[in-house]
């Protein structure tokens, strides 16, 4: 658990040096589900957030804990960002490894509009 803390404080250290003013797309996920939010740290908001609990993708997704679930909650969240005039972020994979359902989700959102 300590090398996890270590991990994910170390990567968001790298986030924060680099995001320059820039909103941060973050990735959370559970074994049941996903969930995404664009994060303006300066106001300390979430300004957009969806996951597959969401209502826009309920009865459109079977379950929230595979890829086909977070391709959509990508989908969703770049939809709902561009729709406030957000374009672009900072992918925050939160410690998780680049792989499987955070991938589908980054590359999800990047097709549907936002530039990270």
């Known amino acids: 658990m300590e090398q996890y803390?270590?991990?994910?404080e170390r990567t968001r250290k790298k986030i924060r040096a680099s995001a320059s003013g820039r909103l941060r797309l973050t990735v959370s996920?559970?074994?049941k589900h996903i969930y995404a939010q664009v994060i303006d740290d300066a106001m300390g908001q979430t300004?957009?957030?969806?996951s597959s609990l969401s209502p826009e993708l309920q009865?459109?997704?079977?379950?929230?804990?595979n890829i086909a679930a977070a391709e959509a909650v990508g989908t969703l969240v770049a939809e709902k960002a561009l729709a406030k005039g957000l374009k672009q972020v900072v992918f925050d994979r939160g410690g998780h490894v680049y792989h499987g359902r955070i991938k589908a989700l980054a590359e999800a959102a990047r097709k549907a509009g936002l530039d990270f």
Do not use: E, N, S
């Open 5 to 8: 803390r270590y991990r994910l």
């Open 29 to 31: 996920r559970t074994l």
């Open 47 to 50: 300004l957009v957030a969806a």
């Open 59 to 65: 009865g459109k997704i079977k379950t929230g804990g």
